[in-house]
């Protein structure tokens, strides 16, 4: 089945063809470490995690490549307020994005260069691009060189964001100050010669450190040469930074260099990019105290890729309640299908449509929200079968639903976890809403068990008094033959 991509350079949903018949090389821009990532770029890093899950899936063989921006303004500043070398800075919140991606079941990258590591790479391009007559040399502020890319020189600038050059430079006072040493305030610095107490690294202009854009292209050429076949991020990356990486690129090598450019939406709240510039952003540490990791991430793959996801309790709620319920059912699966007897069996009619929609849903751009739609009839059989479990085509109805649901919470990482059982993702779903530790679980956990007393002695009134207090308190029941469940009480049903 053929794959199609919405691509941003052709403005168009294409065929997706990759250069080597079977392989893709996959570049997406990483953080920059000088702070603890937000929900906006947990959406990046498991969009792209899921992309590359699906590309396997559907049996291409990926290498995955993602950076780690490590000097630069913002790690600077902060490393002198701090009172700390910049090294000592990146390298601790390096381990904090590892942290956060493995919490949220993010696969690691087949590489993750970092900036300082790739200098001669760096430098190599620059004179490349001056050799070419795309770049010009300039005194430095503090002494050495500065070197800018000219925009100018370059006709195809803009081909990525659709941006004129007469946009450019009127919005060029917006973004930057008026530097005198520019031909066009639009150029942009691929060489920024040291100021005094900054790291920097040699380079025939002096003593410096690259400038922002320059470093990705570098460092995708170095590990996936001159041209590759998808280049990713988020889409305020547009521009300047993929534009001016596309430009400067093609500038050095003559080649294409990326021939599909895919951006994920924003997270926004109240209808604005979640940002730490804006000061709206809740960091991915900040939403796993309430939440399981697989909740954030079902939140995050309910809007397709491009599209905008708002950011709220209620889509989280919403998100909680779906994730618990199809662990519970798939919790329930287990414990029938672990007792002596039948459990294979041919596999039902809605398992099969749901397969071809699943591949249909991979090869539409990655269609997240149509793959989890495409789990709603298969899940309704299964908590059919689960009802009366001896029926002869139930254990064939059971472990071929669940079989799905594996697979496609391989792909997504969700509902499924190598660590966890579907059970264990339960109570851990719950423990977040009711810590063991606090009163409200021991409440919740001693009207359960007196409603079940009441129950068993058909105290029916009594029953029904304690479901009504427990779903007064934002607790809910459901009872089935393998006994009662409660959950949290997420948002509107």
């Not at 052709?10 to 080597?20: H, S």
């Not at 849903?361 to 059989?381: G, H, I, K, Q, V």
Request: with cysteine; glycine share 8%; charged share 25%.
């Amino acid at each position: 089945m053929s794959l199609r991509l919405t691509n941003t350079l052709t403005r168009q949903k294409e065929l997706f063809v990759p250069l080597r018949p079977g392989h893709v090389a996959l570049y997406v821009c990483g953080v920059t470490v000088y702070d603890y990532c937000h929900v906006g770029h947990a959406r990046v890093y498991v969009v792209f995690d899921v992309i590359v899950r699906a590309l396997r899936h559907l049996g291409y063989k990926v290498r995955y490549v993602r950076n780690f921006t490590d000097v630069d303004d913002k790690i600077i500043a902060r490393a002198t307020k701090n009172g700390e070398s910049c090294d000592a800075l990146t390298d601790r919140f390096i381990a904090a994005f590892y942290e956060d991606m493995d919490r949220l079941g993010c696969e690691r990258p087949d590489v993750e260069p970092r900036v300082t590591t790739h200098m001669p790479e760096i430098v190599a391009m620059v004179e490349q691009i001056i050799a070419r007559s795309h770049a010009y040399v300039v005194p430095g502020e503090f002494g050495g060189q500065d070197v800018y890319f000219g925009v100018d020189a370059f006709a195809q600038y803009g081909a990525l964001s659709g941006r004129v050059q007469d946009d450019n430079q009127a919005g060029a006072s917006d973004r930057v100050s008026h530097d005198e040493r520019k031909r066009n305030q639009a150029d942009f610095a691929l060489w920024k010669s040291a100021k005094p107490g900054e790291p920097s690294w040699p380079s025939p202009w002096g003593l410096g450190r690259p400038g922002w854009h320059i470093e990705c292209s570098a460092m995708s050429c170095k590990h996936l040469g001159e041209t590759f076949d998808l280049h990713g991020g988020g889409k305020d990356l547009v521009f300047p930074h993929h534009e001016n990486e596309l430009a400067q690129s093609k500038a050095a090598t003559g080649a294409e260099f990326a021939r599909y450019w895919l951006h994920n939406g924003f997270v926004t709240i109240d209808s604005e990019k979640m940002s730490k510039s804006l000061g709206n952003f809740f960091t991915i540490r900040d939403v796993l105290l309430r939440y399981h990791p697989q909740v954030l991430r079902y939140y995050l793959l309910t809007a397709h890729y491009t599209q905008p996801l708002n950011f709220s309790d209620k889509s989280l709620d919403d998100a909680a309640r779906r994730v618990l319920y199809m662990c519970e059912k798939l919790a329930l699966a287990d414990e029938v299908l672990a007792r002596p007897g039948p459990s294979a069996g041919l596999e039902p009619e809605v398992v099969k449509v749901a397969r071809r929609e699943v591949q249909d849903a991979l090869c539409d751009d990655f269609n997240t929200s149509r793959l989890l739609a495409a789990l709603s009839e298969p899940m309704a059989a299964l908590a059919r079968a689960l009802e009366k479990p001896k029926g002869p085509e139930k254990p064939g109805t059971i472990a071929s639903v669940r079989a799905l649901v594996r697979e496609v919470g391989a792909i997504l990482g969700v509902f499924h976890d190598p660590a966890q059982t579907a059970a264990e993702i339960v109570e851990l779903v719950r423990e977040r809403m009711f810590p063991k530790d606090g009163e409200a679980l021991q409440w919740v956990q001693r009207l359960v068990a007196e409603r079940t007393t009441a129950r068993a002695d058909k105290n029916w009134a009594k029953a029904d008094e304690l479901r009504d207090e427990l779903l007064r308190g934002g607790v809910e029941l459901r009872d089935s033959p393998q006994g009662t469940q409660w959950r949290p009480l997420l948002g509107e049903s």
